[in-house]
């Protein structure tokens, strides 16, 4: 008998699927239509381990709603846009054009190898100007709806590679990869208005029944709806200070105010050389709400006195501190020591008043001594009026005087800010915009998009090219004709991928999409991909795509109707005597192969370029073929877990293929049925196809791993013969190559891959027999397997012939008998 080969079968039936097209979407089709999408790509030149669980995932429901009957969209595509491609122009002398489709190319390749079905017909590249020109068309339409403005806003800036930083590409105050001291500066940037869709976004996330709940938190703590209290301090200075809480019922418990470092009250004192100097080291710090968290707490006292608006004889300080940033709430606070963790570390360090006003139980001192800061629910202590209420109800009380008094009111605030969109770097969409001396701000024609990159730009100079370009940036005024200038910042990369499953769905060349055409694939039914991009890309792309349905074009609000965060693949991590990250293949055996030095073995990790913990699939599909890997990736962890990438996991799966081969080849012509055999089978058919549609990939698997057993130990028969033959249906999204050869050399018509998913027989579904439970005294004496519903006086006749049973009554007569049909008989001895 021989062994499937794995090597000539990949690329056989990889090369059938191509030529017949097999896996091209139909917009015409008058099936059911289902949407299965993974995130793409960012094509950084090889795919990983991580990549291949993430897509295996996918192309299994792809493949099993096909065979259920489905007309299934299942692309690809490539995130092609960002800094990286400049880093590597930067560091190896290469465009970064050619840099992005050479991996493109390189990647692509390693996808198909693995067999996945995808609809290649509909590959894009967010790079490509056939896609983000029509991004620069939709840019313009949320312009004309008010969506879009430019503003200056504070943003990190790295002076040596002279672009603008995310808050998570500054690392203890440097940039990530020059290591320069990063500057915050004021530029005029560009801004999308999200936060016209705070609400929307947030009841929308109610919506989401098939989204994990842990994401669905996120995305509302990210939006961060705030109900509270503005109100005003009036100043020793004479002026007013209005701050923003969400904890009014605390206001006795005040001992200061701070401000942020570009609030107008600090910007007046700037000229004192103290004041200058703190401000500047506010700036140097982080603005991230995590370094915002961790960092140490800071304040500059102003001399200014607030006077509290409850109790004119209650005077509090005025700091600037850098905690309090100027672009959330009113860019001012009054500080609880007692109440927020925050205050309370502040108030320590400058000896400030720290006073209880909510009591958890019955301390009401208003010496406040415990070691942090007490943040609970409780009752009013110390604050007059509001003494002996809840929480709740104080908040209440505080926001009813503040109206009623004009000093106040209660208002709503969100944690969400606009997004910012404009980052100083060549490798993005350039923003369709003309700078005019006469006309101001002027968007680009339609007609003359898309605006191109230039191709001739150099990196040797840091900073953005397209600002120095001696002819890109120059052109005419659309509106006078004057000398006028491109805008140079490109659009953040998020946007690329904010509606690229739109694109997916719809490809005409004179539109970004077909609206009619979009809308009969969306939402996507299932979306999978990593927990990582449960924020940042899942809030975009819901906004986007609220935001093209508020200018008319499409009208779907929420882009993702399922949503799967698989489990990362890790590996060890491993270092040499210098500290340096190795692979792992250049270890083995506790050494680097290259020089025999010893290797520190690290902690086991998520998959990850920078720790070289990666596994590369290739040599892997050369050693044991695409099914192989695409058994292991989904059959020993469940999918939302983890899975440690093993060398005999993958042997294991391997072993499984064969058998299922052996299986195939070894099979007989035979008469007569297996009841049990038969059973089983539709069992499992029912069982798996539940699993797939759960995502529950590890189920099914051990659910076809009983099945195959079964069919190995059952003795020729009609019924085993017809056991194979559903078994290779039953792999085929799993393992489509075998699938495919197999169901060749069993002589079946066609493609298993255009197959319909095997029927059920209800009657096989249902048990004939039941196992009982003997009990005497309420202790197990035995176990009978009888016919299902078998009467009372048949079940009590059988459990007292059990020999376990006659041992311990020793001949005597039984005190009672409770017998419970199809479950058990309990024996009173």
Known sequence: MSRFNASVADAKWQAAWDERGTFAAEDSSAKPKSYVLEMFPYPSGKIHMGHVRNYTMGDVLARFRRMTGHEVLHPMGWDAFGMPAENAAMEKGVHPGAW???????????????????????EL???????????QALFLDLLTAGLVYRKESAVNWDPVDMTVLANEQVIDGRGWRSGALVEKRKLNQWFLKITDFADELLDGLGTLE????????????????????????ALSDGGEVEVFTTRPDTIFGASFVAVAADHPIAQAMAGDAHVADFIAACKAGGTSAAEIETQEKLGYNTGIRATHPLDPSIQLPVY????????YGTGAVFGVPAHDQRDFEFATKYALPIRRVVADGENSAPEFTDAEAYTGPGRLVNSRFLDGMDVADAKRAVISRAETEGWGDGTTVWRLRDWGVSRQRYWGT?????????CGVVPVPKDQLPVVLPEDVSFDVPGNPLDRHPTWKHVPCPSCGAEARRETDTLDTFINSSWYFIRFASQPDDQPFDKAVAESWLPVGQYIGGVEHAILHLLYARFWTRALRRVGKINVAEPFAGLFTQGMVTHETYKDPAGTWLAPEQVADGKVIATGEPVTVGRVEKMSKSKKNTVDPSPIVDRYGADAVRWFMLSDSPPERDLPWSEAGIEGAWRFVQRVWRLVEGVEAAEGADVELDRKLHRTIAGVAEDVEALAFNKAVAKLYELTSAIEKAKPSASRAQAVATLVRLVAPMIPHMAEEAWSVLGQDGLVADAAWPDVDPALLVDDSVTIAVQVNGKLRDTLTVPKGSAKDALQAAALASAGVQRILEGAAPKKVIVV?????????
């Open 100 to 122: 992005t489709y050479d991996n493109i190319a390189s990647m692509k390749a390693q996808l198909k190898r693995l067999g996945f079905a995808l609809d290649w017909t509909r």
């Open 125 to 135: 590249a967010t790079c490509d100007p056939t896609y983000y020109g029509h991004e």
């Open 320 to 327: 600037i501190a850098n905690f309090v940033l100027m672009d």
């Open 430 to 438: 350039p923003i369709p915009i003309i700078h005019c001396d006469a």
């Open 821 to 829: 049909p199809d479950r058990l008989v309990n024996i009173v001895a």
């Open 210 to 233: 098939h989204w994990p709940d842990k994401v669905r938190l996120m995305q509302e703590n990210w939006i961060g709806k705030s109900e509270g209290l503005r109100f005003r301090f």
